[in-house]
């Protein structure tokens, strides 16, 4: 039987998940610059493979191999990058010149070991509009906190509020414009030396919390980043590991944004 495909609809993509690679970039989790980092890098390319389908010909299609082998070259062969952002809009050039064609490209870049206090590490998410000209979207830059193990006391029972447990914290923040924040806000680019305000702001935050829900400590965090950074939207994901017995965890997560009036909404 043949099939007929309608490409208005078609929303294939070509995709590297999790090359491993080392990099420079930025600092490290000890905050000194010039440091070997580990790097983990996904790329998603749409590109309408209806062609390469029917024909089964490479020659229709983007060859992942070799989208792997530029990403490495370009990594090794660049001596260092100021921050996560400089890096993912350089790969973005690299996409352009090296003529990988197809729609837009997503990526996802994480620093797995740089920060002390966040175990998944750190990470930048980012789009880039197809064309001559390849350039970044500014809405899909979000920047990513994996996985900070904190300790404090969370719960409605009784032994709940007797000893801290093991809360885990996730975060998926989109930076806003700095004229919507007061001047003393500090901005968040990605650089480690942001992060380092950050994350123990949040830590704090965390650490020092008694609440009875998930939900009054999340929207607790995501209040301390936008009051206190450059944020227009932030993610919060908090999960209780120990919250029952036969489950790994149980959490919520939150979405809020930047209000000019209230600074949350």
Sequence with gaps: MNLSFDRVDTQDTIFLRNLRLSAFIGKDAW?????????????????????????DD???????????????????????FDDLLSFNTLLG??????????????VLTMLPKASL???GG???????????????????????VKEMKLYCIIG??????????????????????????????????????????????????VESSRYETLEALATEIAKTALTQYTVRSIDVSVEKPSALTFVDGAGVQIKRTFAKDSGLK
């Excluded at 050039?93 to 997503?106: C, E, I």
């Excluded at 880039?128 to 390849?134: A, H, I, L, T």
């Excluded at 032994?159 to 996730?170: F, Y």
């Excluded at 003393?184 to 830590?203: C, E, M, T, Y």
């Design 31 to 55: 905050g000194r610059a010039g440091k070997a980092q580990p790097l983990i890098l996904s790329i998603t390319l749409q590109q309408d493979l209806v062609n390469a389908a029917a024909r």
């Design 58 to 80: 490479i020659n229709e299609t983007v060859s992942y191999g070799q989208i792997c082998k530029d990403v490495t070259k370009f990594v090794e062969e660049a001596r260092a």
């Design 156 to 205: 409605v029972n009784s032994h709940e509020r007797l000893s801290k447990q093991l809360v885990v914290v996730n975060l998926m923040i989109e930076e806003n414009g700095a004229e919507d924040h007061t001047q003393d806000n500090r901005k968040i680019d990605g650089h480690a030396s942001n992060w380092q305000f950050l994350l123990p702001d949040v830590i704090e935050t």
């Design 117 to 119: 206090r966040a175990e």
């Design 93 to 106: 050039n690299v996409a352009l010149l090296k003529k990988w064609g197809g729609g837009n490209v997503d």
């Design 122 to 144: 750190l990470g930048l998410k980012t789009s880039f509009v197809g064309g001559k000209d390849m350039m970044i979207d500014d809405s899909s830059i979000k920047f990513l």
